[in-house]
């Protein structure tokens, strides 16, 4: 039976070859099935498991970093029913201090790993080493992580996503410990460059001081997110982008406004700051692009770019060949490659054939030109001719007309 069936159905069918299925065809419902709830069921699954976030705040001590936490996540932070439980280190005390926060049923596990001591010494040169050995650390403890027999169960992220390096607002170039650390930070973690104590300065101020940091940090090849990330689902984020790097402020307390509002913000003798107002700082931009817009995106360059490189540097240290480590970033840039070999063919083929259209357009054209003026020729000769004939018909009408009356 099944070789009879097998003869009636040869030639019917091509041969996928092996590991292949056939191609998927589409069928329209008879009755709808309730697929359009399985976004909403994926909400809902994402709702249920916490997010995670992890941001290193690094930058020298009196630059406001804690206040700004504060300011930055809308809460209190300093809480000292929080255990904090400082690391092992020479110099820079790295102090990482878990909090949960929960926002209309979504919670978002946030870690912050503040840096105190970093830049209190003369030799400022090793205050960046214990800042790497703990991010490296990290980076070793979810790679053991994945080798255990616990994989399947989840794995406790602690990887730095986010690294805000806060930038004395000295309105003046960059500090050469600031290029140093930035330098060996950016090759390890994502860096956010901040500007502190934004209100220090006038906006004419902060526009020289972004555009100066900028240069710098062009000169020196320093990659900051988001530039040297690009992405093309950024399309809608240009009005946060343009302030990079982002000068801020933070509050701990609230100010009254002149309408009776009160705001987080600070009050002076010339007048009120506030801490939400953009044309004051650039703290919902920061707000916006860390936690509504990229807080996805940070998390996936730690896994995919950062830790990669740390994972394939390790493998690479036990002894394995360079052709498989190599296996995959081959592949990836031959399929680049050939996709924008595909892409430039297909530009150069739709080229060819728009030329080809405007041709066959403008043959065509001249054809009906030609036939047209062909027919006006011809016309205008029938109508002569018509004319002719009737100048001699009426000639001998009048030849006739004459005859009869000589009769």
């Given at each position: 039976?099944?070789?009879?069936?097998a003869?009636?159905?040869?030639?019917?069918?091509?041969?996928?070859g092996?590991?292949?299925?056939?191609?998927?065809?589409?069928?329209p419902?008879?009755?709808?099935?309730?697929?359009?709830?399985?976004?909403?069921?994926?909400?809902?699954k994402?709702?249920?498991?916490?997010?995670?976030?992890?941001?290193?705040?690094?930058?020298?001590?009196?630059?406001?970093k804690?206040?700004?936490?504060?300011?930055?996540?809308?809460?209190?932070?300093?809480?000292?029913?929080?255990?904090?439980?400082?690391?092992?280190?020479k110099?820079?005390?790295?102090?990482?201090?878990?909090?949960?926060?929960?926002e209309?049923?979504?919670?978002?596990?946030?870690?912050?790993?503040?840096?105190p001591?970093?830049?209190?010494?003369?030799?400022?040169?090793?205050?960046?080493?214990?800042?790497?050995?703990?991010?490296?650390?990290?980076?070793?403890?979810?790679?053991?992580?994945?080798?255990?027999?616990?994989?399947?169960?989840?794995i406790?992220?602690?990887?730095?996503?986010?690294?805000l390096?806060?930038?004395?607002?000295?309105?003046?170039?960059?500090?050469?410990?600031?290029?140093?650390?930035?330098?060996?930070?950016?090759?390890?973690?994502?860096?956010?460059?901040?500007?502190?104590?934004?209100?220090?300065?006038?906006?004419?101020?902060?526009?020289?001081?972004?555009?100066?940091?900028?240069?710098?940090?062009?000169?020196?090849?320093?990659?900051?997110?988001?530039?040297?990330?690009?992405?093309?689902?950024?399309?809608?984020?240009?009005?946060?982008l343009?302030?990079?790097?982002?000068?801020?402020?933070?509050?701990?307390?609230?100010?009254?406004?002149?309408?009776?509002?009160?705001?987080?913000?600070?009050?002076?003798?010339?007048?009120?700051?506030?801490?939400?107002?953009?044309?004051?700082?650039?703290?919902?931009?920061?707000?916006?692009?860390?936690?509504?817009?990229?807080?996805?995106?940070?998390?996936?360059?730690?896994h995919h770019?950062h830790?990669?490189?740390?994972?394939?540097?390790?493998?690479?240290?036990?002894?394995?060949?360079?052709?498989?480590?190599?296996?995959?970033?081959?592949?990836?840039?031959?399929?680049?490659?050939?996709k924008?070999?595909?892409e430039?063919?297909?530009?150069?083929?739709?080229?060819?054939?728009?030329?080809?259209?405007?041709?066959?357009?403008?043959?065509?054209?001249?054809?009906?030109?030609?036939?047209?003026?062909?027919?006006?020729?011809?016309?205008?000769?029938?109508?002569?001719?018509?004319?002719?004939?009737?100048?001699?018909?009426?000639?001998?009408?009048?030849?006739?007309?004459?005859?009869?009356?000589?009769?």
């Open positions: 039976m099944p070789l009879e069936h003869l009636q159905t040869r030639g019917l069918f091509p041969d996928l092996a590991y292949k299925h056939a191609p998927a065809r589409a069928f419902l008879t009755r709808p099935l309730g697929m359009d709830q399985l976004p909403r069921q994926n909400h809902l994402a709702k249920r498991k916490p997010f995670q976030l992890n941001v290193m705040v690094v930058g020298e001590s009196g630059l406001g804690s206040t700004f936490m504060n300011t930055l996540f809308n809460t209190d932070l300093n809480d000292t029913s929080v255990p904090r439980v400082p690391q092992d280190t110099t820079v005390d790295i102090t990482p201090v878990h909090f949960e926060l929960e209309e049923g979504v919670k978002l596990n946030l870690c912050l790993i503040d840096t001591g970093f830049g209190d010494r003369l030799n400022r040169k090793e205050d960046v080493q214990p800042i790497l050995e703990y991010i490296d650390k990290q980076y070793a403890a979810y790679y053991n992580a994945e080798r255990s027999s616990e994989f399947r169960r989840g406790i992220d602690t990887r730095v996503h986010a690294c390096y806060f930038i004395s607002p000295t309105g003046h170039s960059l500090k050469d410990l600031d290029i140093e650390t930035l330098k060996e930070l950016s090759s390890q973690v994502t860096v956010i460059p901040v500007i502190a104590k934004g209100d220090t300065m006038t906006e004419e101020e902060k526009v020289l001081f972004k555009k100066m940091i900028l240069e710098d940090l062009e000169y020196h090849k320093i990659p900051i997110y988001p530039s040297a990330y690009p992405d093309d689902d950024r399309d809608d984020m240009q009005e946060t343009q302030h990079v790097p982002f000068a801020v402020m933070g509050s701990d307390s609230l100010v009254d406004l002149p309408n009776g509002q009160q705001v987080r913000g600070r009050a002076y003798r010339w007048g009120t700051v506030e801490v939400e107002n953009p044309a004051h700082c650039d703290m919902i931009h920061l707000r916006e692009l860390l936690i509504i817009q990229c807080l996805h995106e940070l998390s996936d360059l730690s770019h830790y990669h490189g740390y994972r394939t540097s390790l493998l690479r240290k036990d002894g394995r060949r360079e052709s498989f480590m190599k296996c995959d970033e081959e592949y990836d840039e031959r399929m680049d490659q050939l924008k070999n595909s430039q063919a297909m530009s150069q083929r739709e080229e060819e054939m728009r030329q080809q259209f405007v041709e066959l357009v403008q043959t065509t054209e001249d054809d009906l030109k030609r036939r047209e003026r062909e027919l006006q020729e011809k016309r205008d000769k029938m109508m002569k001719d018509l004319e002719e004939q009737q100048k001699q018909i009426a000639l001998l009408e009048q030849e006739l007309n004459e005859k009869l009356t000589l009769r």
